[in-house]
């Protein structure tokens, strides 16, 4: 499976969770996707796994990720956030989905 494939999976996955645009940035061996979703924006870092064919998406939101940035680096490093761990497409889709919307809730209560 290769990277731009999860990325569009990602994608998806933010829309579905609300989001309207999606802005994707490159670097290196990681794509950060941002994604701007109810009073917050929705960031996600895509690498691929040590293990072949997984990837790994954490999604964080904007507003707690000022300290560490919203580069690959500082989004591992960001204590906030959830994870997406898997070799599936649909199943990278729709954990985005649902992750993304229960962020926005933590974030808005």
């Known amino acids: 499976m290769r990277l731009d494939k999860v990325v569009n ?45 997984y990837y790994i998406v954490k999604l964080v939101p904007a507003s707690k990720a000022a300290e560490t940035g919203l580069t690959c680096v500082g989004l591992e490093y960001t204590p906030y956030g959830l994870f997406v761990i898997s070799n599936d497409l649909e199943e990278i889709t729709e954990k985005v989905a649902v992750k993304a919307s229960k962020l926005l809730k933590w974030v808005s209560t």
């Open 9 to 53: 999976a990602v994608k998806e996955g933010l829309r579905r969770a609300g989001a309207e645009r999606v802005a994707v940035s490159r670097g290196g061996g990681c794509v950060v996707v941002e994604a701007p979703i109810g009073n917050d924006v929705i960031v996600a870092s895509v690498t691929q796994g040590s293990v072949d064919e």
